[in-house]
Nanobody, 126 residues
């Protein structure tokens, strides 16, 4: 099983980036997907999660209205569209997959996720 996050980079304050997560070796459509981030010296924070069928989405308050999570099960891909980026969004961003049995099952807790990508660095300059 492998998850690979990509799309990070350097962007100016107010800019946008789209992160991608490529999944392989698992039945992607049977997993909820989440995005998390970890800034230097800080704990890993939840950002967004999406159910297996995209029917349910949840966001952290800090990114609500600026970030949008989505997925394409046919392509085994997940996405995080990030708009109006701020310097405090600077962090390593991770995608993760959680085995689920219901479209109502998706979690804010990193403890619930089984598989993790390697992370992609997002740097927002002021």
């Amino acid at each position: 099983v492998q998850l690979q996050a990509s799309g990070g980079g350097l962007v100016q304050d107010g800019g946008s980036l789209r992160l991608s997560c490529t999944a392989s070796g698992l039945a992607f459509g049977e997993y909820a997907m989440g995005w998390f981030r970890q800034a230097p010296g800080k704990e890993r924070d939840f950002l967004a999660a999406i159910s297996w069928n995209s029917g349910n989405k949840v966001y952290a308050d800090s990114v609500q209205g600026r970030f949008t999570i989505s997925r394409d099960n046919a392509k085994n891909m997940g996405y995080l569209q990030m708009n109006n980026l701020k310097p405090e969004d600077t962090a390593v961003y991770y995608c993760a997959a959680q085995k689920t049995y219901s479209s109502l099952q998706y979690s804010r807790s990193d403890q619930e996720y089984t598989y993790w990508g390697q992370g992609t660095l997002v740097t927002v300059s002021s």
